[in-house]
């Protein structure tokens, strides 16, 4: 049951927490895919927070369950195209994949000015591996200072996907060096507080190195649909 399941998570991000001498991080549960039902059981269990790939998928079920769950926060995880920025302005309250200046330029320009300011992480690349998003690291203070000078943006942090290394011990140094490009952000940058890393197979590791949110799909909603 979605309640039993969001429990059981909740119980193993506090433990690492506990274990790792951490603050407990927020859960974004990862949604794509999954239908707007599945999302407003664990919405009715007490999740706010969800994460989507793609906009107009994010758009329907933002649409779907805007009546009963209007409080629901929503965030774009999933590499973003420019002419879909416009839609993504609109619909998300977060975009944790922000890598390069056209797509800053496009939600800036078309965040309306009567709602809240758009929650922006940088997407980083740390490994520099072929075919992923994200950005170089040596990117990330240009970013920045272009997310910063937009006043309908709101610069917030990083997010990084490192290579899924079967041993997880093998991924705690790309999780150690986002950590320390996070540092040196946050203290240029006084708004920067959120680090999104680690996912359903290793979100202990990242909670020991640093995560101030985790991205889980799996763990809440089971295999996704084919």
């Excluded at 709101?154 to 093998?170: F, K, N, T, Y």
């Excluded at 991924?171 to 708004?191: E, S």
Aim: hydrophobic share 50%; proline share 8%.
């Amino acid at each position: 049951m979605p309640a039993d399941r969001l429990r059981t998570v909740l119980q193993r991000i506090q433990n690492a927490a506990d274990a790792a001498g951490r603050p407990v991080p927020a859960l974004l549960a990862v949604s794509k895919t999954q239908p707007a039902d599945a999302v407003a059981a664990l919405a009715a269990a007490g999740q706010q927070a969800f994460g989507e790939n793609y906009v107009q998928e994010a758009a329907a079920k933002r649409a779907a369950l805007a009546a009963d769950h209007p409080g629901l926060q929503w965030h774009l995880i999933g590499h973003l195209q420019s002419n879909k920025a416009a839609l993504a302005a609109e619909v998300f309250d977060w975009v944790q994949s922000v890598d390069r200046d056209s797509v800053i330029a496009a939600l800036a320009r078309h965040r309306a000015p009567q709602r809240p300011r758009l929650n922006v992480l940088i997407q980083v690349n740390v490994e520099g591996e072929p075919g992923k998003g994200g950005c170089p690291p040596g990117a990330i203070a240009g970013l920045a200072e272009r997310v910063a000078a937009e006043p309908r943006l709101a610069l917030r942090g990083l997010m990084s996907i490192p290579v899924p290394h079967a041993d997880l011990e093998a991924r705690r140094p790309a999780f150690a060096r986002i950590r320390a490009l996070f540092a040196d952000l946050a203290a240029r940058h006084p708004g920067v507080d959120t680090l999104s890393m680690g996912m359903s197979d290793d979100f202990p590791v990242a909670i020991a190195e640093g995560a101030t949110m985790v991205r889980i799909g799996t763990a809440l909603f089971g295999p996704r649909p084919h």
